[in-house]
């Protein structure tokens, strides 16, 4: 009879977070190039929500079960490993996987493993690689930076920002931009992170306020979530020879009439969207080689942080708890819902209009 593990499952395949349960299912087996790793952390990210609700394009090679980010030991590994990979039985790790990590196991490609520094909590670790490798992949592999180079990062309280700006302070950025939706947000973004200047988008204009900053040049790299409203703004912000990352498109997809296009031309402009799910495992082993290379060590020093807004251990396991990283609590009950075994352990999240996007909430399984 096959090993089985608990996980966490989705009753009738998508539904409100009501619908979540532990159950068992089968343990998975290594192949020749993954390890089968023992969770100890995993990360709740947006598109896990998303995907819960039956309104996320699972790729095909992903498992049912939700969660791409984790933390946790090598229990077995494939014997075909990837060059300077050389993962072994007991190897503390954390990585990204296409789904699978709400479990006790996940089987995953020794491409998207790294190794956990002695410095790095498990719930800090579980909760680096989703965000910190998009980052990574807007900044480096589309948004082509080099020291000195400027960046504007919108949502700039967000995680995936909070990781961009510190990434951008340690590769020597000519300057950091960040909009927010509060001047609270902007202070922590100036202040605790780094950024050279933070703009709010509800009392100013920012697309004015970082040409006038730039004396008229603009930024060399925009990082978009927003889409539809900042659309116009961007290619007025951008410098001639700028890039434009678009990963998100939080105020809608459909541009309003009288978007003037002609920057795309005049400065030479290039706009390119990506999302990182959907990538092959060669496409994502180099950027975790990038991640590695470029922020691990600063991270591991303390020079950089993995953003815990609070971490609890929750006695009422009944309760799924979320928390928005300027204070307004939320509840949700499971309806009884068996989720013994499982606590809630840290979280962050960004709170934008009346919507609560989670970004790195990391629980255990226990």
């Known amino acids: 009879m096959a090993e089985t593990m608990r996980a966490v499952a989705i009753r009738n395949s998508s539904g409100p977070a009501s619908s979540l349960f532990i159950t068992d299912i089968p343990k998975p087996t290594a192949n020749p ?3 089968i790793v023992k969770i100890r952390a995993f990360g709740l990210n947006r598109m896990d929500l998303l995907q819960r609700e039956g309104k996320y394009p699972v790729p095909p090679q992903a498992p049912s079960t939700l ?3 984790f933390s946790g030991v ?3 590994v494939g014997g075909q490993q990837g060059k300077g990979e050389e993962f072994k039985v007991g190897d503390e790790v954390f990585g990204l996987a296409y789904g699978g990590a709400y479990a006790e196991y996940i089987n995953v490609s020794t491409h998207m493993l790294m190794r956990k520094p002695k410095e790095l909590g498990w719930e800090a670790a579980a909760g680096i690689p989703e965000t910190w490798i998009t980052a990574t992949q807007a900044m480096y592999l589309i948004g082509e930076f080099a020291p000195g180079k400027t960046i504007l990062w919108h949502a700039g309280a967000s995680s995936v920002s909070i990781a961009g700006i510190q990434l951008s302070k340690g590769d020597n950025a000519g300057a950091i931009f960040v909009t927010a939706g509060s001047q609270e947000k902007i202070d922590f973004c100036v202040g605790e992170l780094g950024a050279t200047a933070g703009y709010n988008y509800h009392t ?3 697309a004015k306020e970082v040409l006038a900053a730039t004396d008229g040049k603009g ?5 978009d979530f927003v889409g539809q409203n900042y659309f ?3 290619l007025d912000a951008a410098a001639r020879d700028g890039r434009i990352v678009h ?3 939080m105020s809608g997809t459909k541009l309003a009439a009288g978007v003037d296009m002609s920057a795309f031309v005049m400065k030479r402009l290039r706009f390119e969207g990506s999302s990182l799910r959907s990538r092959d495992e060669v496409y994502q082993g180099k950027l975790r080689n990038t991640l590695v290379e470029h922020a691990l060590p600063l991270i591991s020093r303390g020079e950089m942080k993995a953003e815990l807004c609070a971490e609890l251990e929750e006695k009422d396991q009944q309760n799924i708890v979320s928390k928005d990283r300027l204070g307004a609590w939320e509840y949700s009950q499971p309806s009884g819902q068996d ?3 499982l606590s809630w352990c840290s979280w962050q999240a960004f709170h934008r209009a009346d919507v609560l996007f989670y970004f790195l909430n990391t629980y255990y399984i226990e």
Do not use: F, K, Y
Request: a negative charge; hydrophobic letters at 40%.
């Open 339 to 341: 989720l013994t075994g």
């Open 204 to 206: 100013q204009d920012w």
């Open 219 to 223: 930024v060399d790299i925009i990082v």
């Open 74 to 76: 090598i229990e077995s």
């Open 67 to 69: 969660g791409v980010e």
């Open 232 to 234: 116009q703004g961007n």
């Open 33 to 35: 190039t993954s390890a």
């Open 247 to 249: 990963l998100g498109a």
